[in-house]
């Protein structure tokens, strides 16, 4: 039988990737790439680029387009039987990718390459690449002794197997909890499209009824409509304990998992010479220190936080005024905001979302990018789908060169992780029959389309569409070619959500609504009076949000700075504590989001997460040249493509922001978009 992922192909073979053939051919990959390294080492002792690095790199992106639709799959359409060759994978990429970082003839010839006088010759983005490179061998334990070493190797596998458990409880406790509801009375409050949603997600379990989930639509319609406190009470303590040891099912409880991952980053970190894993995590970054990071989030969580209680003390008050709510529960806090928008600007998210269909919101961000880069973008009807909500798009630029393609696969449903994102399927490079172009994969867990109606989107959903797309962009627009700092690669990880961030802004601009809202049933635009309330609505309660990030922001980074081993209820205690700093509200004692907080347990954010905060820096202050040079300034879009998307990783991404501003980031800019008031 042939397998599908060891075939030539460009466009992953999603259809017909069987589980059982999986582990096959990542086993083959993996020998073909130990067998590249092991021939291009012993070949010659005057090693370069030719003769070293591009080969590797060859081999490792062949294993890499093995393994991206795999991973993909078990994102997007997961199961019991993918689940295992997934996991089975794991330590094999894993223990390849230690042996690679500690394998001292390789280090000794990269350390040869930079000595080399050839070296000066060589590009800057291949000259960083090499820095980078050399910068790992140390950040995976080249310098330790061959115990240690084996000790990082054990480290680092089970820190990645503890990482797909965590996200595998957090799917399998959001699947199993859900409620039927048989009189709607019980869900009064919910608009139509919600209650139909809820219809439909019923009947497709064969039932009668209206049935509400943890999926983030159905989650969200009851929080923000439910006119029944209890209903939301039951949904919110059902979310927010999912796999905590207060979810129904006490096999999926995190707690255990997040103390060790904790416990081996800490490890992992003092290992390599650092005290804590923030610093190690920081390695990588463009902050330089932890105090730096401290500082920043501190900063400016002094800046919102009384911003953050004047908007809570006036819902407060608004509760009490009209809705008999003498204290704020956390269940009551996304219900009574949408009252209050309602009450202050008569304008409902739903009368908002009947403006916004996802082919009008598609077709303007196309046109939005054509306007600001000269970009051309087309539908290919056929290809290989995962499911049928999958699309695929082709991008050329303005000189009808093509640059990139990218999935799309929109909308909630059963197996797949929550959340939004964007993955590289393919990454641009130069190879022996010329360039290979990139492709990526957007992810977004939207509401559904009901039977002959387009989706429609909420304004927070059209900004995760700009947001993930900018991603895109950055992926898919670069023109370096080795693929280690092409795209997002090599990018200092605080730096990476400054395209995506970037792309949101041209949500709340009056021209850029026009070309993203039509009315789904009339085809009116969006009329001047919705849209100035629209706009106005930006900084609507931008304190509280703010504040959430921050506090966010600040578990994660002091969870990793002032890890202590020998405190058993350290998480609990540190949530605690950073609440008591940020918390306008305390939530309440169950709650228990950590257990579910993927981006820092599965994901890259890591003593990390603080990018989201100090990428919008850089956004924000990037953005604010074209509010001066107008919006869809061409002149402007063409410096922001070529000083940032287009470079990738192959620069310091200070140096980039300097090159496309002609100076060091302000925070202005920043304070101003997110409505902060600079006291003075
Ligand atoms: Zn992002």
Redesign the pocket.
């Known amino acids: 039988m042939n397998n599908p992922l060891l075939e030539d192909f460009y466009f992953p073979p999603f259809s017909k990737i069987q589980p059982q053939q999986i582990e096959i051919a990542i086993d083959q990959r993996l020998a073909e790439a130990r067998e590249i390294v092991a021939d291009c080492l012993a070949k010659t002792d005057e090693y370069n680029w030719e003769n070293l690095i591009a080969p590797i790199e060859t081999a490792e992106d062949r294993l890499h387009r093995s393994w991206s639709p795999v991973s993909h799959l078990n994102a997007v359409l997961n199961s019991e039987e993918l689940r295992q060759a997934y996991n089975a994978c794991l330590p094999k990429l894993d223990d390849y990718a230690t042996e690679m970082g500690q394998n001292k003839a390789l280090f000794k010839a990269y350390q040869s390459i930079i000595a080399s006088e050839n070296f000066a010759q060589l590009m800057p983005d291949q000259q960083r690449f090499i820095h980078n490179q050399l910068r790992d061998f140390h950040l995976s334990g080249i310098d330790l002794s061959a115990e240690l070493q084996q000790r990082y190797k054990e480290i680092s596998q089970q820190l990645s197997k503890l990482s797909s458990t965590y996200e595998e409880h957090v799917l399998d406790a959001t699947q199993a909890w859900s409620k039927l509801i048989t009189d709607v009375n019980e869900l009064a409050g919910l608009p139509e499209s919600a209650l139909a949603q809820a219809e439909q997600l019923a009947a497709q379990q064969q039932q009668k009824g209206w049935l509400i989930n943890l999926q983030f639509p159905s989650y969200y319609a009851v929080m923000t409509y439910a006119d029944n406190r209890e209903l939301r009470y039951q949904h919110y303590y059902a979310y927010t304990t999912r796999a905590s040891e207060l979810g129904e099912h006490p096999e999926w409880n995190n707690s255990p998992i997040m103390q060790q991952i904790l416990a081996l980053r800490h490890e992992m970190a003092q290992l390599l010479g650092f005290a804590n894993y923030a610093e190690l995590s920081l390695a990588t970054k463009m902050a330089k220190n932890p105090l730096q990071v401290m500082d920043f989030l501190q900063q400016l969580t002094q800046k919102v936080l009384p911003q953050a209680r004047a908007e809570f003390e006036e819902l407060q008050q608004f509760a009490q005024q009209y809705y008999h709510i003498e204290e704020i529960k956390a269940w009551d806090m996304m219900y009574l905001a949408e009252k209050l928008r309602q009450y202050r600007y008569q304008l409902s998210q739903e009368e908002i979302r009947a403006y916004f269909p996802l082919p009008k919101v598609l077709s303007g961000l196309f046109i939005i990018v054509e306007k600001l880069y000269g970009l051309q973008i087309q539908e290919i009807n056929e290809f290989d789908q995962w499911h049928p909500d999958a699309r695929l798009f082709v991008i050329h630029d303005q000189d009808n060169q093509l640059r990139g393609y990218f999935y799309l696969d929109l909308y909630a449903r059963a197996h797949k992780r929550g959340g939004a994102?964007?993955d590289n399927a393919v990454d641009r490079r130069q190879t022996d029959k010329g360039i290979q172009i990139p492709i990526a994969y957007l992810v977004c867990n939207f509401t559904p389309p009901m039977e002959n109606e387009p989706a429609l989107l909420t304004h927070d959903e059209v900004q995760t569409l700009f947001?993930?797309f900018g991603?895109g962009l950055h992926h898919l627009m670069t023109q370096i070619n080795y693929a280690g700092v092409s795209g997002i690669h090599g990018v200092e990880w605080d730096a990476?959500?400054l395209p995506?961030?970037f792309m949101e802004n041209w949500c709340w601009e009056k021209e850029a609504l026009h070309l993203i809202s039509a009315h789904y049933q009339t085809g009116e635009v969006l009329p001047n009076e919705l849209l100035n309330k629209l706009v106005e609505l930006k900084n609507f309660h931008s304190g509280l949000m703010m504040i959430r990030q921050l506090e966010y922001s600040l578990i994660d980074f002091r969870l990793h700075q002032e890890f202590n081993p020998n405190q058993a209820d350290f998480i609990t205690e540190m949530v605690n504590s950073v609440r008591q700093q940020t918390a306008v509200i305390l939530p309440p004692d169950f709650n228990r989001f950590i257990h579910s907080f993927s981006h820092i347990f599965a994901g890259g954010y890591a003593a990390g997460y603080y990018s989201?905060k100090w990428a919008e820096v850089l956004s924000s202050d990037a953005y604010s040249l074209f509010e001066q040079q107008g919006i869809f300034n061409r002149q402007t879009g063409l410096a922001f493509l070529t000083a940032i998307l287009e470079k990738g990783g192959s620069a310091e991404a200070m140096q980039l922001f300097k090159d496309f501003r002609g100076r060091e980031p302000e925070m202005d800019a920043f304070l101003r978009h997110n409505g902060v008031l600079i006291s003075a």
Do not use: G, I
């Open positions: 994102w964007m947001h993930e991603h990476v959500e995506s961030q989201y």
